[in-house]
């Protein structure tokens, strides 16, 4: 029995939680979870976790936003009642798939196809570059709602002022001694007479240019009317996409968490967001033990990675239990008719008359694995089977899976499987409750959890 810590469990996988419960061999912790007519989430510690180390656990499946919110109000309700630590424990990460800036359908970041906007002689865009003085370019053609027109104009009258009168002999600081003795009309007082008519005719000059007039004819030559038609943003080249994963991250750090525990991430550089520790648990011992105990004559199968991102993880499992590899490669080519674009799969390995076996981190809608598996039998393959360690399974995924060519879709209790089992007689669930209890055994007692990544 561990002492000096309390679990407690999220309303996303109750399940998951007494089983964690049950090897840890302690009570699950007290914990009120509820909502407000008006659809506000509510969370009340109904024990006390002073000076204990408290694990929460919460899963990304269902709904994930209000679950989300669940885990971050009850972070801050134990570091209010004064925690010593808290620690997430996320089996399955929310939003652990927005963690960089997505790409579009070509593979080029940020990008759109070329429309009338984003041609060269479109005048403006959000790409719209500013006036730039170059000897040897033209300046380019700026806004069009007369602002950088006006300051052009009124810079250039005062240019052309300040040479008229430095080229103007009754002006000079030395003209008065050119034609002998001054004048009177050459002596102080008149001089600042003029100089104040002079004064009052540039104020007057520049007031109606501000007023969007003038009256000088010289200096309707140099100034640059305003035109009528106001600036209007367009559409530019960047998709401006908001960064999920970012904020999952500071939202967690800002609530009080003080570590984060969860099972394959979809991209590793998630860590990178946290300023806490963040343990990323691997499915992949849960899958080997399956592979090598439950898949009889497992050497003759080949593991295969249903696209190139998940290769590294297939070829990990496939080295440690010595069975070939093989990887599908999505080519993706638009269409003449429109601007979307079909992924041609294409096979790189033998499956022909051998069991094949796919294996990625998470399946959603399962289209990947589905048409993976379709093009498995095409080329050979005796029998498909699917493993994998998040199986969320929304919209139609389980008709899907029910009508492929799959005989067999292994996955973890990451997520509830309750009803998938109900819907799907190929599915088959794992056990990941000793894995996360173990994790929290270790942790909680100061202990080295590299016993769990090990995968021989």
């Known amino acids: 029995?561990?002492?000096?810590?309390?679990?407690?469990?999220?309303?996303?996988?109750?399940?998951?939680?007494?089983?964690?419960?049950?090897?840890?061999?302690?009570?699950?912790?007290?914990?009120?979870?509820?909502?407000?007519?008006?659809?506000?989430?509510?969370?009340?510690?109904?024990?006390?976790?002073?000076?204990?180390?408290?694990?929460?656990?919460?899963?990304?499946?269902?709904?994930?936003?209000?679950?989300?919110?669940?885990?971050?109000?009850?972070?801050?309700?134990?570091?209010?009642?004064?925690?010593?630590?808290?620690?997430?424990?996320l089996p399955l990460f929310p939003y652990s798939r927005q963690s960089d800036i997505p790409y579009n359908k070509t593979g080029a970041p940020l990008s759109k196809a070329s429309n009338c906007y984003n041609k060269p002689d479109f005048p403006y865009s959000f790409e719209s570059k500013p006036q730039t003085p170059h000897p040897d370019l033209p300046h380019t053609a700026g806004l069009t709602n007369g602002i950088e027109g006006l300051h052009k104009g009124l810079t250039k009258l005062h240019v052309d002022e300040a040479i008229s009168q430095a080229n103007s002999p009754s002006s000079s600081r030395f003209a008065h001694y050119e034609k002998g003795p001054p004048k009177r009309s050459d002596t102080m007082d008149s001089a600042q007479s003029n100089g104040g008519l002079s004064s009052h005719n540039h104020n007057s000059s520049i007031s109606s240019l501000t007023n969007g007039t003038s009256h000088d004819e010289n200096s309707n030559n140099n100034f640059v009317s305003p035109k009528k038609d106001q600036f209007q943003p367009r559409p530019g080249?960047?998709?401006?996409?908001?960064?999920?994963?970012?904020?999952?991250?500071?939202?967690?750090?800002?609530?009080?968490?003080?570590?984060?525990?969860?099972?394959?991430?979809?991209?590793?550089?998630?860590?990178?967001?946290?300023?806490?520790?963040?343990?990323?648990?691997?499915?992949?011992?849960?899958?080997?033990?399956?592979?090598?105990?439950?898949?009889?004559?497992?050497?003759?199968?080949?593991?295969?990675?249903?696209?190139?991102?998940?290769?590294?993880?297939?070829?990990?499992?496939?080295?440690?239990?010595?069975?070939?590899?093989?990887?599908?490669?999505?080519?993706?080519?638009?269409?003449?008719?429109?601007?979307?674009?079909?992924?041609?799969?294409?096979?790189?390995?033998?499956?022909?008359?051998?069991?094949?076996?796919?294996?990625?981190?998470?399946?959603?809608?399962?289209?990947?694995?589905?048409?993976?598996?379709?093009?498995?039998?095409?080329?050979?393959?005796?029998?498909?089977?699917?493993?994998?360690?998040?199986?969320?399974?929304?919209?139609?995924?389980?008709?899907?899976?029910?009508a492929s060519?799959?005989?067999?879709?292994?996955?973890?209790?990451?997520v509830p499987q309750d009803e998938h089992q109900k819907r799907c007689p190929k599915l088959e669930v794992l056990d990941i409750g000793g894995v996360f209890a173990e994790a929290i055994r270790r942790v909680h007692h100061g202990e080295s959890i590299s016993v769990l990544f090990q995968y021989d």
């Open 1 to 89: 029995m561990v002492r000096n810590i309390v679990v407690l469990g999220g309303s996303s996988h109750p399940q998951l939680n007494e089983k964690i419960c049950d090897h840890l061999g302690i009570p699950s912790g007290n914990v009120l979870l509820s909502k407000f007519s008006v659809g506000e989430t509510r969370v009340e510690i109904q024990e006390s976790v002073r000076g204990k180390d408290v694990y929460i656990l919460q899963s990304g499946g269902g709904k994930v936003n209000d679950h989300l919110m669940e885990l971050l109000i009850a972070i801050s309700a134990c570091k209010t009642a004064s925690a010593r630590k808290v620690t997430a424990v």
């Open 237 to 402: 080249y960047k998709q401006w996409v908001a960064q999920a994963g970012t904020l999952v991250a500071d939202l967690l750090t800002c609530a009080g968490a003080d570590h984060i525990i969860t099972m394959d991430l979809h991209d590793p550089q998630y860590q990178g967001f946290f300023d806490i520790p963040v343990d990323n648990l691997y499915g992949r011992p849960l899958l080997k033990r399956y592979i090598q105990y439950q898949i009889p004559d497992f050497q003759h199968a080949v593991i295969v990675s249903p696209d190139a991102g998940g290769a590294k993880r297939a070829t990990a499992i496939a080295d440690g239990l010595g069975m070939p590899f093989a990887l599908i490669h999505k080519e993706r080519r638009p269409t003449k008719i429109t601007d979307r674009q079909n992924a041609t799969m294409m096979l790189v390995g033998d499956v022909s008359n051998r069991l094949a076996i796919l294996v990625d981190d998470l399946a959603d809608t399962s289209n990947t694995i589905t048409r993976a598996a379709k093009l498995l039998k095409k080329e050979g393959a005796t029998k498909v089977y699917a493993l994998l360690t998040h199986g969320v399974l929304s919209g139609d995924a389980i008709e899907r899976i029910n």
């Open 405 to 414: 060519a799959l005989d067999k879709v292994v996955v973890t209790n990451s």
